[in-house]
């Protein structure tokens, strides 16, 4: 079965400060997408990012940026400049072999301290 | 605004009543996909459904049901709700049969079951 590992259930981070969440998973296939979810505490789940796996740029949007490493089967995410509006539950997701639905892990708590 | 909508943001049903929840998105998505999200065990698939009066089991369907009558809307049903299905419950759709694209997420329904 596919997986998907966030080994960090809580983090904390100082206002303006970086963090960095990390997530590896297991999957055989060579062409794939990789997905990180913020749920804040409204709870609407929200894209932040997307990476295509055959890319070798690592994507970035504003200040969040990932550290794709395709060997390792690792996928982390770098919030840079931390804001309070950070805090939520971060979710690292992927499709599973069949590529037609996602496969989660469960979540890392991200705490923003001022 | 694209948009996911859970009919309920949350529910308190007691043991052995019949539970629906339903789910509406206005994005004309081929995909509807029902999860269940517990605190370490992330997002769970219970049902999804790539068409109309087309569904599919996930991981976990015991115990469960789906509708999906129309393209718009997609319904779960607890046939005789029990305690461990006390939970979040997810909505999301997608626009096609790859989850390449990821998923819009309706803000869930708090399910407690007493």
């Known amino acids: 079965a596919q997986t998907v590992t966030q080994s960090q259930p809580e983090m904390s981070v100082q206002e303006a400060e970086t963090v960095t969440l990390s997530c590896t998973y297991d999957t055989s296939e060579s062409d794939y997408y990789l997905f990180w979810y913020k749920q804040p505490p409204s709870r609407q789940m929200i894209l932040v990012i997307r990476?295509?796996?055959?890319?070798?740029q690592n994507a970035t949007e504003n200040r969040f940026s990932v550290n794709f490493q395709k060997a390792a089967k690792s996928f982390s995410l770098k919030i840079s400049d931390s804001q309070l509006g950070d805090a939520a539950m971060y979710f690292c997701?992927?499709?599973?072999?069949?590529?037609?639905?996602?496969?989660f892990g469960a979540g890392t708590i991200l705490r923003v301290k001022s | 605004d694209v948009k996911v909508t859970q009919s309920s943001r949350y529910l308190v049903k007691r043991t052995g009543e019949k539970v629906f929840l339903e789910c509406v998105q206005d994005?004309?998505?081929?995909?509807m996909f029902w999860y269940r999200q517990d605190p370490g065990l992330g997002l769970r698939l219970i049902y999804f459904s790539y068409d109309v009066k087309m569904k599919e089991k996930g991981d976990i369907p015991e115990g469960y049901s789906v509708s999906r009558e129309k393209k718009e809307r997609f319904s779960l049903i607890l046939e005789s709700a029990s305690t461990n299905q006390t939970s979040m419950y997810l909505c999301?759709?997608?626009?096609?049969?790859?989850?390449?694209?990821?998923?819009?997420f309706g803000s869930g329904t708090r399910l407690t079951v007493v």
């Open positions: 994005m004309d998505h081929e995909n």
């Open positions: 990476q295509e796996a055959y890319k070798q």
């Open positions: 999301a759709s997608s626009s096609s049969g790859s989850a390449n694209y990821g998923y819009t």
């Open positions: 997701a992927y499709p599973n072999e069949y590529g037609n639905k996602l496969v």
